[in-house]
């Protein structure tokens, strides 16, 4: 079994955190929810810069880390939507397009390792900035549910998170497209090396 880094251990950390998360926010408890959801989004910075700053990367780590981001976003998003204690909710359209977009980056993501095993699948900088508007959105959505928890005035949220909503759907769909042009070109690469390797023969 390989040794676990601490950037893994980070990792690990943030997909613990998730049950937690979600049962506060199903059962209302936004000022607990917006806590933990707030360190779990920590950690999602600290494990990147813990392995490169240590010179931590690792193979468990490439997959555990896109991994745990997924499964914390998408299901804050999905328990947000279905949970019958929030005040103020982002479009239902958006938790689809977030759930659809990481089932299409996860099957590409197998297709490619299944048929070009020698290339490696790195995350492209829409998908990283569509991470970032998702944790962005989420993370104001909880904070207005909290501020209602509290009662505080929270109606002037609605707009905000309009806005981030809409640009996250967009991100969510420029992302899918981008890793749809990455993998197409992965695997024609893939294909057109056995013919280069007997044209030199």
């Known amino acids: 079994m390989p040794k ?25 408890r936004f000022v607990l929810a917006l806590g933990i959801f707030s360190l ?3 950690t999602d910075a600290a494990d990147g ?7 931590q ?5 490439s997959i555990l880390d896109p991994l745990a981001d997924k499964i914390l976003l998408t299901s804050t998003f999905i328990i947000l939507t279905a949970s019958p204690n929030t005040h103020l909710v982002h479009p239902a359209w958006l ?3 977030v759930t659809y977009r990481d089932l299409m980056i996860l099957m590409g993501a197998g297709m490619v390792k299944y048929f070009c095993p020698t290339m490696q ?6 998908s990283k900035l569509t991470t970032v508007f998702q944790i962005a ?12 928890q509290l009662e505080l ?11 981030l909503s809409v640009v996250t759907g967009l991100l969510c769909l420029i992302s899918v497209l981008g890793y749809y042009r990455e993998g197409v070109w992965m695997m024609q690469s893939e294909a057109e090396e056995p013919a280069r390797s007997g044209a030199a023969r």
């Open 57 to 61: 990367r690792s193979v468990v780590g």
């Open 137 to 148: 959105t989420a993370l104001f959505v909880v904070l207005a549910n909290a501020g209602a």
């Open 4 to 28: 676990l880094t601490l950037a893994t251990k980070i990792t690990i950390a943030r997909l613990l955190s998730v049950p937690f998360v979600l049962w506060a926010m199903y059962e209302g």
């Open 121 to 126: 699948f790195r995350p492209i900088i829409s």
């Open 95 to 97: 938790t689809v397009a």
């Open 153 to 163: 005035p929270y109606g002037w949220a609605r707009w905000p998170i309009l806005v």
């Open 40 to 42: 779990a989004s920590i």
């Open 49 to 55: 810069y813990v392995a490169r700053h240590w010179d």
